[in-house]
């Protein structure tokens, strides 16, 4: 009989590779990170101690060390920066209220006193205007009484010229200019004038300051006849360009009506019209004609 062989027996499989557990792979990243930063900081300390032992020869004192001495100064001299407050615009004082009730019949009586004086200021402002002019001055901003008394030191210091001693003028002076504005009625419409060179600058289209007061003495004609039709109309003497003073006309006449359509409010038909030198109302032979020609004509129909 033969024995039958005797089986192999095989080694045990190796075992696997151990890996590494997360929790060390995340302390050691942290270990890095910690002495990353405390290196930094020691190296911070070192160059700090270098630049004071062995400093810079350099006028220009390193920023750190400046905002720490501003800092130092600030809180040694006790200036606390204060916030920029902006000025608040002064508050409108109150209109003080009636002491006493009035009836209907005084508050008319009233409003037309007041309506009168209104009227005589503006013509006062109006021949103002005119009497500063004539002088070569504009004062619309002051008070009228600085205003008046200017030109009463103003007319006081003009001393007359001599005949016998003094030069005679080459041309003679010009006509005095009167701020009222001329009034008629034709037919069914009212027709206001006012002399140009009392409005307007010599060879400007944009209102003298103080025109306004001389124009606003129309407000209450135009306002009384609601949604009528105004019609301004300008003029100029004969001198210079024909077709430039037509422009001039119309460019003046259209000033006016910017500034009495704004005055006045809406619900009116406004018309402009420039004529130029070719409607004069004298012939244009002197210097008092020519003004009395340089004119604007505010027309008011109902």
């Known amino acids: 009989m033969t024995k039958s062989a005797k089986p192999r027996t095989q080694p045990p499989p190796p075992p696997p590779p151990r890996r590494l557990p997360g929790l060390l792979f995340v302390g050691t990243m942290v270990f890095n990170l910690l002495l990353l930063g405390v290196g930094s900081v020691l190296a911070w300390f070192l160059g700090m101690a270098i630049a004071q032992v062995y400093p810079k020869p350099s006028a220009e004192v390193p920023l750190t060390e400046q905002l720490l001495r501003q800092q130092q100064n600030r809180g040694s001299e006790g200036i606390i920066p204060q916030p920029v407050v ?20 005084q508050r008319q009586q009233l409003q037309v006193q007041l309506q009168q004086l209104q009227g005589q200021l503006n013509t006062l402002m109006g021949k103002t205007a005119a009497l500063e002019t004539q002088f070569g001055s504009s004062r619309p901003t002051e008070p009228l009484e600085e205003r008046l008394q200017i030109l009463e030191q103003q007319l006081a210091a003009a001393t007359p010229t001599s005949a016998a001693g003094g030069k005679k003028p080459t041309q003679p002076s010009p006509p005095p200019i009167s701020a009222t504005p001329e009034r008629r009625q034709n037919s069914n419409t009212l027709v206001v004038t006012f002399p140009s060179d009392v409005l307007f600058d010599v060879g400007s289209t944009i209102l003298r300051p103080g025109a306004n007061v001389i124009l606003d003495t129309i407000i209450t004609d135009i306002k009384t006849y609601k949604g009528s039709a105004v019609r301004i109309v300008g003029h100029t003497d004969n001198q210079g360009n024909p077709q430039q003073n037509l422009d001039l006309s119309f460019s003046r006449a259209e000033a006016v009506m910017k500034y009495l359509s704004e005055a006045a409010g809406t619900g009116y038909h406004w018309v402009a019209i420039g004529y130029g030198e070719n409607r004069p109302t004298v012939n244009n032979n002197s210097e008092n004609n020519r003004q009395l020609n340089r004119r604007i004509e505010v027309a008011i129909t109902p």
């Open 86 to 105: 902006s000025p608040s615009s002064p508050s409108p004082k109150p209109i003080p209220a009636p002491s006493q009730k009035l009836t209907d019949p």
